[in-house]
């Protein structure tokens, strides 16, 4: 069977081209990660710039408001997509600037909210940064839809690598080249170098905007009200199980913030665990470019009559690909810990926990199929809901006992919980017939590699590492000899 017959090959394929606009963007965000936590800020600096982050990422999702979705599910059912991509572009351009409005103007009360009263410019710098994400996410999805990915990756690298320039200027070579005396230059006068990550980032979101520039000369500012209403009716669920997920995903570095016993550590605190997160980042880039790949990608499938079978099949090979990028991060802790900051080591130990987190969130993403096609968008919000739930009443029991250890453990336990309630449930709407004895055999394997790797000494590196080489070649070995015959016998 050729690539162009076999789906699963190509959505591979699409998951491989989408990963150049996802997984190379935000690999070279990763960079940032030594450049900030050996050279460049302390550990409470560098809790202030992922705390901040974290309320980016929620407000984001508030601004989208589900469109991105519900433009996929209508662009394919409409004979005027154009309709559907004015409809939604219209309706996230006037509530992003309602919200710029509403944030300047409060900024000042915002900013002692936040606890950091003396930073008013933190406030509109983000405002600013999220308005204009917000503006171009409908045309990124127009990109997906139309199947230029090369274009939507390239467009995201760019961005990128103009924001990464900017940190090294603004953070590295004006402060080198005028020495101390750089904080009394006009632009670092009246505030601080955590500010110039942000400055970095808005010139790269700006410059997103302006590589955007054909899909918006296409636009026209039209909302067709039928359409919207159903739009927003499809959308809505779809933001709380957006929300709800951001939550899941950032409400720990926000409550940690506020809930450790010692304030006066506790950014330094969030630091190290915002730090030694990062380090999960393989299995975070793939799932992020899986989904990508993946939610036209099960659309498409839907009106096909084997649909079921290749959701199953997909599941079995995210999964078994998931555990290999498990096995090589969490192994190989020791040596991933370079890449930042040796002040920050003391967190390693939640790298694993995170890493098996990640991979529950990447199932569930294969498990959601069963209400996006089915139209039962409100079960996956009541599912969302239960995780973000579930998250912040974790972080609050558990952060001012066990501090960061606390947050990561809660992170496991919500995505767990999300991925088993929405498997049940699914059972029930939409049964997908998953090969769960091989997930059984691949996930119990690599935990066993995973456990057993974890009574040798670390001390003798040729020994340990020469162990942890041969296991996971063995594993790769036996996940390609099972599947090569399982597609023989299919065949």
Do not use: H
């Amino acid at each position: 069977m050729n690539s162009t017959s076999n789906p699963v090959k190509k959505l591979a394929g699409d998951t491989a081209i989408y990963g150049l606009g996802t997984m190379v963007p935000r690999f070279l965000n990763y960079l940032l990660v030594p450049l900030y936590t050996i050279y460049v800020f302390t550990k409470a600096e560098y809790g202030q710039v992922t705390l901040l982050y974290s309320y980016v990422a929620i407000l984001l999702v508030l601004l989208t408001f589900g469109m991105e979705t519900a433009f996929f599910r209508y662009a394919n059912k409409s004979k005027d997509p154009k309709k559907v991509f004015n409809t939604a572009t219209s309706s996230i351009l006037i509530v992003s600037l309602l919200f710029i409005l509403l944030i300047f103007g409060f900024s000042s009360k915002i900013a002692e909210l936040i606890q950091y009263p003396s930073n008013i410019e933190y406030v509109q710098i983000i405002a600013l940064i999220i308005a204009i994400d917000a503006i171009t996410a409908i045309p990124f999805a127009y990109l997906r839809y139309q199947n230029k990915a090369l274009k939507f990756s390239s467009i995201r690298i760019i961005s990128v690598a103009i924001t990464i320039s900017l940190n090294l200027i603004f953070l590295l070579l004006i402060p080198w080249y005028f020495g101390d005396e750089y904080s009394n230059l006009p632009l670092y006068r009246s505030t601080n170098l955590v500010t110039f990550v942000f400055v970095a980032n808005l010139i790269g979101s700006f410059s997103t905007l302006v590589m955007l520039s054909k899909e918006f000369r296409e636009f026209r500012f039209k909302i067709d009200s039928i359409l919207m209403v159903k739009m927003l009716k499809y959308g809505l669920p779809i933001l709380i199980i957006s929300l709800s997920f951001m939550i899941t995903e950032v409400a720990d570095k926000i409550l940690l913030k506020y809930l450790l016993p010692n304030q006066d550590t506790a950014d330094a605190q969030l630091g190290i665990y915002a730090a030694c997160y990062k380090l999960a980042i393989i299995m975070m880039l793939f799932i992020q470019m899986f989904r990508y790949a993946a939610e036209p990608f099960f659309f498409a499938e839907a009106k096909k009559k084997d649909a079921k079978k290749t959701y199953s099949k997909v599941m079995t090979l995210f999964i078994a690909f998931t555990w290999v990028i498990f096995l090589l991060v969490s192994m190989n802790i020791n040596l991933f810990k370079y890449f930042i900051g040796e002040a920050f080591w003391p967190g390693l130990a939640i790298v694993p926990v995170i890493l098996s987190a990640k991979l529950f969130l990447g199932v569930f993403y294969n498990l959601s199929v069963w209400y996006k096609l089915t139209n039962k968008t409100l079960y996956g919000a009541v599912i969302a809901v239960i995780g973000g739930t579930t998250t912040i009443i974790l972080n609050i029991i558990l952060i001012p006992e066990y501090g960061y250890m606390g947050s990561a453990w809660a992170n496991f336990i919500s995505y767990f919980i999300i991925m088993i309630i929405s498997f049940i449930w699914g059972r029930s709407y939409y049964k997908v017939s998953y090969e769960l004895k091989k997930i059984f055999l691949y996930s119990s394997s690599a935990l066993l590699i995973y456990f057993s790797s974890t009574y040798l000494d670390v001390s003798k590196p040729w020994i340990y590492y020469g162990f942890v080489s041969i296991m996971i070649i063995i594993y790769i070995t036996l996940v390609s000899i099972i599947e090569t015959r399982s597609n023989r016998a299919i065949s």
